[in-house]
């Protein structure tokens, strides 16, 4: 086993002062391929974009980790990981295992020598407008594989991914991945993650899939990855949480045009918010999803629009074309 002394890798551990960073730390020191510094940017340097470039530029290694503090890393993952950097290699990946939606990515290891020649850029995707950037450089992003694991589900894992998925945690998570979605046009990636989470066996999965419909409506293309911090959106739907009555049936879309089936289910979003039957609303969003087809989609995503605004007065009459863009060819 190489020593710290001999490794041509490092680690940068990004944190915004959670109490999981020493035990992100505990899984760095305990890799195979030891790294030769970790390197600590905390949260006085924010947002996303602004603290690893500052990592990066500390880094005196050819290779570097980004280790988040929520991260609990395999003892090999920089071992296999490292494997995987060959000649025109840029950036080799790993996914995580994940309690909120079963496999997400990634943990990255980076060549050094990309963040000189284009550092991760001031955008709501800091992360892939960085992938592309290198990649116009000539550089690839490699996926990292491996099999050893407990079930086929969790293959090519390198560790896990452990934040405190609290309610307020998974809204403004997936709020900000509407607005990413959004800013790339990113149609499959919005529907993929609706549907995993419709599946998540998670109490407040749901609470996602509102904050997702509603990070479509943002217009926000700068970098905001930072602290969580409360949403007056999530604060007004909090007290759907609550309830533990029994659900109501669920009901089926029906066959409207598209932007009809919006209008009624965000209508019926703004009744289960004023109602105060969350139980309800999961068991509805639930069905919908189940059923896959393209009018279900959009009827849930009318139900989670309704669900965040409220009020039928705070509603734009262009909403529609906003999920038409998303949804429909």
Same mark, same amino acid.
């Given at each position: 086993?190489?020593?710290?002394?001999? %490794?041509? #890798?490092?680690? #940068?551990?990004?944190?915004?002062?959670?109490? %999981?960073?020493?035990?992100?730390?505990?899984? &760095?020191?305990?890799?195979?391929?030891?790294?030769?510094?970790?390197?600590? &940017?905390?949260?006085?340097?924010?947002?996303?974009?602004?603290?690893?470039?500052?990592?990066?530029?500390?880094? $005196?290694?050819?290779?570097?980790?980004?280790?988040?503090?929520?991260?609990?890393?395999?003892?090999?993952?920089?071992?296999?990981?490292?494997?995987?950097?060959?000649?025109?290699?840029?950036?080799?990946?790993?996914?995580?295992?994940?309690?909120?939606?079963?496999? &997400?990515?990634?943990?990255?290891?980076?060549?050094?020598?990309?963040?000189?020649?284009?550092?991760?850029?001031?955008?709501?995707?800091?992360?892939?407008?960085?992938?592309?950037?290198?990649?116009?450089? !000539?550089? $690839?992003?490699?996926?990292?594989?491996?099999?050893?694991?407990?079930?086929?589900?969790?293959?090519?894992?390198?560790? %896990?991914?452990?934040?405190?998925?609290?309610?307020?945690?998974?809204?403004?998570?997936?709020?900000?991945?509407?607005?990413?979605?959004?800013?790339?046009?990113?149609?499959?990636?919005? #529907?993929?993650?609706?549907?995993? /989470?419709?599946?998540?066996?998670?109490?407040?999965?749901?609470?996602?899939?509102?904050?997702?419909?509603?990070?479509?409506?943002?217009?926000?293309?700068?970098?905001?990855?930072?602290?969580?911090?409360?949403?007056?959106?999530?604060? @007004?739907?909090?007290?759907?949480?609550?309830?533990?009555?029994?659900?109501?049936?669920?009901?089926?879309?029906?066959?409207?045009?598209?932007?009809?089936?919006?209008?009624?289910?965000?209508?019926?979003?703004?009744?289960?918010?004023?109602?105060?039957? !969350?139980?309800?609303?999961?068991?509805?969003?639930?069905?919908?999803?189940?059923?896959?087809?393209?009018? %279900?989609?959009?009827? @849930?995503?009318?139900?989670?629009?309704? /669900?965040?605004?409220?009020?039928?007065?705070?509603?734009?009459?262009?909403?529609?074309? #906003?999920?038409?863009?998303?949804?429909?060819?």
């Amino acid at each position: 086993m190489p020593s710290a002394s001999h %490794s041509d #890798v490092s680690a #940068v551990v990004l944190t915004v002062g959670e109490d %999981s960073t020493e035990r992100a730390v505990a899984a &760095v020191r305990g890799q195979t391929l030891p790294p030769a510094e970790i390197i600590r &940017v905390d949260e006085h340097v924010s947002p996303f974009h602004r603290a690893l470039n500052h990592g990066a530029a500390r880094v $005196k290694t050819e290779y570097f980790v980004q280790v988040d503090a929520d991260m609990v890393l395999d003892p090999d993952c920089f071992a296999v990981l490292r494997e995987a950097m060959g000649d025109e290699i840029g950036i080799a990946a790993g996914a995580l295992r994940d309690s909120l939606m079963g496999k &997400v990515c990634c943990v990255k290891m980076f060549r050094t020598r990309c963040f000189r020649e284009f550092p991760a850029p001031d955008s709501i995707a800091p992360d892939t407008d960085f992938v592309a950037g290198i990649r116009n450089n !000539g550089w $690839k992003l490699i996926h990292a594989l491996r099999y050893r694991c407990d079930s086929p589900a969790h293959w090519h894992t390198l560790g %896990s991914h452990e934040p405190d998925y609290t309610p307020e945690y998974i809204y403004s998570k997936f709020l900000m991945a509407g607005s990413r979605v959004r800013y790339r046009n990113d149609s499959s990636s919005f #529907v993929r993650l609706m549907r995993r /989470l419709g599946r998540s066996e998670h109490s407040a999965a749901w609470i996602g899939q509102v904050a997702l419909v509603e990070g479509l409506f943002r217009a926000v293309t700068r970098d905001m990855l930072g602290p969580i911090r409360e949403t007056g959106r999530f604060a @007004a739907l909090s007290h759907l949480l609550d309830d533990d009555g029994e659900p109501g049936p669920a009901r089926e879309p029906s066959a409207a045009p598209p932007d009809e089936v919006f209008e009624a289910w965000r209508r019926e979003g703004v009744r289960f918010r004023a109602s105060g039957a !969350g139980r309800s609303v999961r068991h509805q969003l639930a069905a919908l999803l189940h059923r896959g087809d393209l009018t %279900s989609l959009v009827a @849930a995503a009318g139900l989670c629009r309704g /669900l965040a605004s409220g009020e039928e007065s705070n509603v734009k009459e262009d909403d529609f074309a #906003v999920i038409r863009e998303m949804l429909l060819p």
